[in-house]
């Protein structure tokens, strides 16, 4: 055990999903020193429900004191609701609280994100070459067993996944009757059935692979994977229970101190910790903005507003919020569901398979899936209203030039995506019970890119007065006939065989809600978010309102990045936490390239490039650094308000 250090050469501000991958790889080299700074506490007092895979869906974290328990401002395009917008306060973020899902974007939507940086040093790092091999990095992959791939109708690739890296995924070792039927019902109803989701073509039907460790059926999150196995490392500290509160700057926008605090009424002055070579911000689509403006970084009339002095003047912050916009269809059945085993009780403890079976069994369908023939006028119109859009207040909040140049941007990005397989809607099959009983399925409906953005922004100087959050929902109406569309084909499985044999009736939306206005109306008080938001700090070019360039670096600070999934410029369609583990794993690349002359995941992309084009080969390979395990968190020492972890680290490749 060991105090806090006067200085480290990277302080990371937030300890989640991104943050503690970034903390574990900087500090595999001993003479590098990392500070991690969390907000929330260690997990370690409620590691069951964590642990626990199905858990999250009955008793899990959210609405609990490990969740920010955010809330949007009233949406006015959702009957003036205010939606929740939940997120980790514990060691391993929301990876420690989320459903699992390891899903991937397609290589469309991250060759589209790396098309969006143009020529800009490192664009590269971001299009799907570079980032299949560092989601691919990041995992251990267990194929399921004969038995479970039989009874799900389940289709894997193992050269699509890592072998060494420190995150399990796996499938479910238990598996109901229902479930299996999931692809013979879709491929019914004409949507392909996908052969290899996790290889760039992530649409069509299919069962997703879950962030779990077959070895025990436990999740398998930050904090688990890249922390907890590694034998002790003098170089990396780890506070708990303390917020970081703004980043104090010299007179040439470096950034040499860090200041903190345990709560908003600790007695100034706040402590600080100094700062060798940089801060990386990873607080998330939220926090990370949260600590940018607080620390007087983003638009100037927010900040002034806010009463914080400006240091920097970057319009783009909090800008381009997206999110995906969910609900679902909910049907009476004779199946077997999670929630009657749940309350059976057959769901307690680790080392239970029936533990492990979480909802995984989804589908992103694309625009003529939901659409028709109808799918090439409605990409058109939504093209022509462009200009409008991006200069009316009400699509676009921010009236910065740059921001609606960005706006555009991101506008045109979307409406390329929408005639390429991509999917737009995805359904997925939930059966862990509803408001309408334990004997209910649903079949979800998520909105995956969305036309509709808003903005995050501080209204206080006070770090722990929760920014506005302004998501700006349903604002475009592309978004509704999206998710309109994407609601009658959820209605459609449950009439479509196989699973329409286990259906007994529709209770909602129900028989009152029919014609496309009817679904409308309902759509608005009833949608609520997939838990995805992303883009606040979106990497772009600076005349587009970018925040942060490829390398991650904030424009116009000496030597702040910011790395989570607020930095993704466009909304994709997956769940964010695999290609977030992409992104911490690329960031941590990119920053040793600075320092010790690892090859950049730029570099090593051009490499395998001109290799490719040499031998006439994918440029597609798998990195493999792997974590040593072998380490429990070490127990607090005595600070004041705080909990600093000292570990002592060897790692071995």
């Given at each position: 055990m060991q105090p806090l250090s006067a200085s480290y050469d990277f302080i990371i501000a937030g300890g989640g999903l991104a943050g503690l991958v970034l903390a574990s790889r900087l500090s595999e080299d001993a003479s590098t020193t990392v500070l991690v700074i969390e907000a929330g506490p260690t997990g370690e007092d409620v590691q069951s429900r964590i642990d626990n895979p199905v858990i999250a869906y009955f008793n899990g974290l959210m609405h609990s004191e490990y969740d920010w328990q955010r809330i949007t401002t009233p949406q006015p395009n959702l009957k003036n609701r205010k939606i929740s917008w939940p997120g980790g306060k514990v060691l391993g973020g929301s990876s420690a609280m989320n459903g699992m899902y390891m899903v991937r974007p397609s290589a469309v939507e991250l060759n589209a994100m790396e098309k969006l940086l143009g020529s800009m040093d490192g664009a590269t790092a971001w299009g799907w070459d570079s980032m299949f091999t560092a989601m691919k990095k990041s995992e251990t992959f267990t194929p399921p067993s004969s038995d479970i791939q039989s009874e799900g109708s389940i289709v894997s690739n193992a050269a699509s996944h890592g072998t060494i890296g420190p995150i399990h995924t796996t499938y479910a070792g238990f598996i109901l009757p229902i479930f299996g039927e999931w692809e013979d019902t879709l491929g019914n109803m004409g949507v392909d059935v996908s052969s290899d989701a996790n290889g760039g073509e992530g649409w069509g039907a299919f069962v997703a692979t879950s962030a779990i460790n077959p070895s025990n059926w436990t999740r398998s999150y930050s904090k688990a994977a890249y922390i907890d196995p590694l034998p002790p490392r003098a170089n990396l500290h780890i506070l708990t229970n303390q917020t970081v509160?703004?980043?104090?700057?010299?007179?040439?926008?470096?950034?040499?101190?860090?200041?903190?605090?345990?709560?908003?009424?600790?007695?100034?002055?706040?402590?600080?910790?100094?700062?060798?070579?940089?801060?990386?911000?990873?607080?998330?689509?939220?926090?990370?903005?949260?600590?940018?403006?607080?620390?007087?970084?983003?638009?100037?009339?927010?900040?002034?507003?806010?009463?914080?002095?400006?240091?920097?003047?970057?319009?783009?912050?909090?800008?381009?919020?997206?999110?995906?916009?969910?609900?679902?269809?909910?049907?009476?059945?004779?199946?077997?569901?999670?929630?009657?085993?749940?309350?059976?009780?057959?769901?307690?403890?680790?080392?239970?398979?029936?533990?492990?079976?979480?909802?995984?069994?989804?589908?992103?369908?694309?625009?003529?899936?939901?659409?028709?023939?109808?799918?090439?006028?409605?990409?058109?119109?939504?093209?022509?209203?462009?200009?409008?859009?991006?200069?009316?207040?009400?699509?676009?909040?921010?009236?910065?030039?740059?921001?609606?140049?960005?706006?555009?941007?991101?506008?045109?990005?979307?409406?390329?995506?929408?005639?390429?397989?991509?999917?737009?809607?995805?359904?997925?099959?939930?059966?862990?019970?509803?408001?309408?009983?334990?004997?209910?399925?649903?079949?979800?409906?998520?909105?995956?890119?969305?036309?509709?953005?808003?903005?995050?922004?501080?209204?206080?100087?006070?770090?722990?007065?929760?920014?506005?959050?302004?998501?700006?929902?349903?604002?475009?109406?592309?978004?509704?006939?999206?998710?309109?569309?994407?609601?009658?084909?959820?209605?459609?499985?449950?009439?479509?065989?196989?699973?329409?044999?286990?259906?007994?009736?529709?209770?909602?939306?129900?028989?009152?809600?029919?014609?496309?206005?009817?679904?409308?109306?309902?759509?608005?008080?009833?949608?609520?978010?997939?838990?995805?938001?992303?883009?606040?700090?979106?990497?772009?070019?600076?005349?587009?309102?970018?925040?942060?360039?490829?390398?991650?670096?904030?424009?116009?600070?000496?030597?702040?990045?910011?790395a989570d999934s607020s930095v993704f410029p466009v909304s994709f369609a997956a769940h964010l936490m695999a290609p977030t583990y992409g992104l911490a794993e690329q960031a941590a690349m990119i920053i040793k390239s600075q320092y010790d002359g690892t090859a950049s995941p730029a570099s090593q992309t051009a490499t395998n490039t001109a290799a490719s084009q040499a031998t006439g080969t994918s440029s597609s390979s798998s990195q493999s650094n792997k974590v040593s395990s072998g380490l429990k968190l070490a127990a607090s020492p005595s600070l004041s308000m705080a909990v600093a972890v000292a570990l002592t680290f060897l790692v071995f490749f």
């Open positions: 509160t703004r980043m104090i700057f010299d007179g040439n926008l470096k950034a040499t101190a860090v200041e903190y605090a345990n709560h908003g009424y600790q007695t100034k002055p706040w402590p600080t910790v100094a700062v060798n070579k940089e801060v990386i911000v990873s607080g998330g689509p939220v926090g990370s903005p949260n600590i940018l403006m607080q620390s007087g970084v983003g638009p100037a009339d927010k900040l002034k507003a806010a009463g914080v002095t400006v240091s920097h003047t970057l319009p783009g912050v909090g800008q381009h919020a997206q999110d995906h916009l969910s609900t679902a269809v909910v049907f009476k059945t004779t199946a077997q569901t999670t929630a009657q085993l749940y309350a059976a009780g057959e769901l307690n403890g680790i080392n239970n398979p029936k533990a492990s079976f979480v909802n995984s069994a989804i589908a992103y369908t694309n625009i003529t899936d939901l659409l028709g023939d109808s799918a090439s006028a409605f990409q058109q119109e939504i093209a022509a209203n462009l200009s409008a859009y991006a200069n009316d207040r009400a699509f676009n909040p921010s009236s910065d030039a740059t921001v609606t140049k960005g706006y555009q941007a991101v506008y045109q990005a979307n409406v390329d995506t929408l005639l390429t397989p991509a999917g737009q809607v995805e359904l997925l099959l939930a059966l862990t019970g509803s408001s309408a009983g334990a004997d209910t399925v649903a079949v979800q409906a998520a909105l995956q890119h969305p036309f509709s953005t808003g903005e995050v922004y501080i209204a206080t100087p006070n770090p722990f007065d929760y920014p506005v959050i302004n998501p700006n929902y349903f604002s475009h109406p592309a978004d509704v006939v999206l998710l309109r569309e994407g609601i009658k084909l959820a209605r459609t499985v449950g009439k479509t065989q196989p699973i329409s044999t286990y259906v007994t009736d529709e209770v909602v939306p129900g028989s009152s809600v029919q014609t496309d206005d009817d679904i409308d109306a309902w759509l608005r008080g009833v949608v609520s978010t997939e838990f995805h938001p992303s883009c606040t700090c979106s990497m772009l070019p600076l005349d587009q309102g970018g925040v942060v360039d490829a390398n991650l670096k904030v424009y116009g600070l000496q030597n702040v990045r910011v």
